[in-house]
């Protein structure tokens, strides 16, 4: 995706009806849905602490009536996390908050119960459906990655097979032999359901690319949901988007 695309549906995606407005322009589900989660993460990175000293303000006020998804309105923050800084404020542990938010029947309150389930179904980056969704694309972008090799016969070991010891990082799929990528040689692939925009990319690189290209080798990364194409990139560290399936991988030359 070139950038400027990318920044005008990034800068567009500010609440979970967004995505729907989006969609309906064409845009893939997947895509959107993934750009809105680390764009909200991002955010809530910034401004954790900072919204977390107003947890006192937000308790006076849902006790005077304000539900707990226009507490989260007004602060522009995701709905659970703002239960959860109410919840605690209010003198709930942790643990009790995450089984109201699991088990809303186990509050006293009826109307409560009914304000942790609005909460839930607004919030699509922390809900227990949210991180089920995150889970399902990972395992997606592996199964996809996997399919596309097997396919074509190349074998390779799994970041299961590999059960690198403490502190070992290992690649989703380590080629049992180097192959040609577009032209390029490449010993290992690693999948990721996230979006490659240069900060996702940036600390891909530093956590995970980086440390497979001394280990092992050059590598591919791709983004399935979408990436952009003009990214400056690590030395060895190849990128790609779902187009990747329409490519194959060749034998190095001897």
């Known amino acids: 995706m070139e950038y400027q695309e990318y920044k005008k549906i990034y800068d567009s995606l500010n609440t979970p009806e967004d995505i729907d407005r989006l969609m309906d322009k064409g845009y893939d589900q997947r895509m959107l849905e993934t750009l809105f989660t680390q764009k909200t993460s991002r955010d809530v990175k910034k401004r954790f602490h900072f919204i977390k000293q107003k947890a006192p303000v937000m308790l006076k006020e849902w006790k005077r009536g304000r539900t707990i998804v226009e507490i989260a309105d007004k602060y522009r923050f995701p709905p659970i996390l703002t239960a959860m800084f109410i919840f605690l404020e209010d003198g709930a542990s942790r643990k009790q908050f995450w089984e109201f938010i699991r088990t809303p029947e186990l509050l006293d309150s009826a109307q409560t119960a009914n304000e942790v389930r609005e909460a839930v179904k607004n919030d699509l980056v922390y809900s227990p459906d949210a991180n089920d969704r995150q889970r399902e694309r990972g395992l997606w972008g592996e199964s996809l990655l996997q399919n596309w090799l097997d396919g074509q016969n190349i074998s390779y070991k799994t970041e299961k097979d590999l059960r690198g010891g403490e502190g070992v990082k290992t690649p989703d799929c380590l080629l049992d032999e180097p192959m040609i990528y577009d032209g390029k040689k490449i010993c290992w692939i690693?999948?990721?359901?996230?979006?490659?925009?240069?900060?996702?990319?940036?600390?891909?690189?530093?956590?995970?690319?980086?440390?497979?290209?001394?280990?092992?080798?050059?590598?591919?990364?791709?983004?399935?949901?979408?990436?952009?194409?003009?990214?400056?990139?690590?030395?060895d560290v190849y990128i790609s988007d779902i187009s990747v399936l329409d490519k194959k991988l060749e034998k190095v030359s001897e």
């Open 190 to 235: 690693e999948s990721k359901a996230s979006f490659g925009d240069n900060v996702e990319f940036r600390f891909n690189s530093r956590k995970q690319l980086c440390p497979y290209t001394k280990l092992f080798g050059p590598g591919l990364v791709v983004y399935w949901t979408g990436c952009l194409y003009d990214m400056e990139r690590p030395e």
